[in-house]
């Protein structure tokens, strides 16, 4: 059985834990845009605890088989939802491929590596949705190549409403394990962060762009 509030309340618990997820409200982090903010996540960091990186595995799994049903491959974006996209299409039994940022400058000039089959339904693979955009690039390569993309699943998302919009508007369905209030939700009640700092947590949400500044 696929129980989302729970599932999203132990992802939490273990991005916290292993310090894939971090929260400093006091020392802001600065994003490659240029944004402040009081959270960095880094889910490359669960590869490296097997209890871990396998029930992320298997749950990936379940959500797919549960919001998808049927697919016959899967896609990594890269590069970070490589290995998760691997470990998924392992756990399936189903081809893998995955997405460049941008082509290759020798060579052939891939964009998406492995065996393209246009026609196949395909799921994709990331770890984390912010704005959606370089995700939802991948989703577009896909499609160019003649892929029925049946949506994206992801590790976590930090719930901006861009990132509704934006996969709204690409008509590309998403789920992820966790998200930013699920977070908040674990770190407040394991007394992971102060009540003071968890306002500052949830402005944060409300505006990214201007935070901080």
């Given at each position: 059985m696929f129980n989302k509030s729970e599932i999203e309340q132990q992802v939490a618990e273990f991005l916290l834990q292993i310090k894939a997820i971090k929260l400093q409200p006091d020392k802001p982090f600065t994003w490659a845009s240029g944004w402040k903010s009081p959270i960095y996540c880094d889910n490359r960091?669960?590869?490296?605890?097997?209890?871990?990186?396998?029930?992320?595995?298997?749950?990936?799994?379940?959500?797919?088989?549960?919001?998808?049903?049927?697919?016959?491959?899967?896609?990594?974006?890269?590069?970070?939802?490589?290995?998760?996209?691997?470990?998924?299409?392992?756990?399936?039994?189903?081809?893998?491929?995955?997405?460049?940022?941008?082509?290759?400058?020798?060579?052939?000039?891939?964009?998406?590596?492995?065996?393209?089959?246009?026609?196949?339904?395909?799921?994709?693979?990331?770890?984390?949705?912010?704005?959606?955009?370089?995700?939802?690039?991948?989703?577009?390569?896909?499609?160019?190549?003649?892929?029925?993309?049946?949506?994206?699943?992801?590790?976590?998302?930090?719930?901006?409403?861009?990132?509704?919009?934006n996969f709204k508007k690409a008509k590309c369905k998403f789920f992820t394990l966790s998200n930013y209030n699920a977070l908040l939700k674990y770190a407040e009640q394991h007394n992971y962060i102060s009540p003071d700092n968890i306002e500052l947590l949830r402005q944060w949400r409300r505006s990214p762009e201007t935070w901080g500044r």
């Open positions: 960091i669960t590869l490296s605890h097997p209890t871990i990186r396998t029930y992320i595995r298997q749950k990936l799994t379940q959500l797919i088989q549960e919001e998808f049903g049927s697919v016959s491959s899967v896609a990594g974006v890269a590069t970070a939802g490589i290995p998760q996209g691997a470990l998924v299409a392992q756990e399936l039994g189903l081809p893998f491929i995955y997405v460049r940022s941008k082509p290759k400058d020798h060579g052939t000039g891939s964009l998406i590596e492995g065996e393209i089959i246009p026609g196949k339904r395909v799921v994709v693979i990331e770890d984390l949705i912010s704005t959606g955009k370089s995700s939802l690039q991948a989703v577009e390569a896909l499609r160019e190549a003649g892929y029925d993309v049946a949506g994206l699943a992801a590790i976590f998302s930090y719930g901006f409403d861009a990132a509704d919009e």
